[in-house]
């Protein structure tokens, strides 16, 4: 009877050491990526798209945008396949000065503010401060109780700059 309990101690073992290897490797299944994972797109999607914006981020108001750079940020606001694309397009949007485009980026903001992302819902917070959208206002306020705290503390920041008092 020990022999016997001897080896299925050391099979035990065994399977043990098998499976923890497995997993240490991870054999035996499909990993989904991260980037399916986060909804993000594959990484070199990602560059490509996000060099495209680069050029309009770092624009900073110096001059108004070309239809087509609106339409291409239109496109990333709302290009629902990685969150870092609508950030990185609102960043962009902040900075638009022209009342036309100013208009629309305030629009556009207030739809993200509705974004599955919470971090998205702190982008279009902070471009609605930083484009002083005083009528934004109403669409902020039920943000203070977003279900996460940094999209609340935000809130509040937005719109304490945007001249409304919270208490």
């Known amino acids: 009877m020990d022999d016997v309990r001897k080896w299925l101690a050391i099979i035990t073992l065994i399977a043990i050491a098998i499976v923890g ?12 990526k991260l980037e399916r994972q986060a909804g993000l797109l594959p990484e070199a999607d990602y560059m ?10 770092e624009l900073k108001g110096a001059r108004p945008f070309t239809p ?18 609508r950030c990185r397009a609102l960043t ?4 638009a ?8 980026a ?3 903001a207030i739809e993200r503010l509705r974004d599955p992302e919470w971090v998205v819902r702190t982008y279009a917070l902070r471009a609605l401060a930083e484009l002083r959208a005083k009528e934004a206002i109403p669409s ?6 977003d279900p996460n705290s940094e ?12 001249g409304y008092t919270v208490h």
């Open 92 to 95: 962009a949007l902040w900075h």
């Open 48 to 57: 490509a798209k996000r060099e495209m914006l680069r050029p309009l981020q």
């Open 140 to 145: 902020v306020l039920p943000l203070l109780n």
């Open 21 to 32: 290897a497995m997993l240490w490797l991870r054999w035996g299944w499909k990993t989904p």
């Open 106 to 108: 305030i629009e556009l």
């Open 151 to 162: 999209v609340r503390e935000r809130a509040k920041k937005t719109l304490q700059q945007l």
């Open 68 to 85: 087509e750079e609106m339409e291409l940020l239109r496109q990333s606001v709302r290009d629902m396949s990685d969150f870092r694309l």
């Open 97 to 104: 000065r022209q009342p036309q485009q100013r208009k629309e």
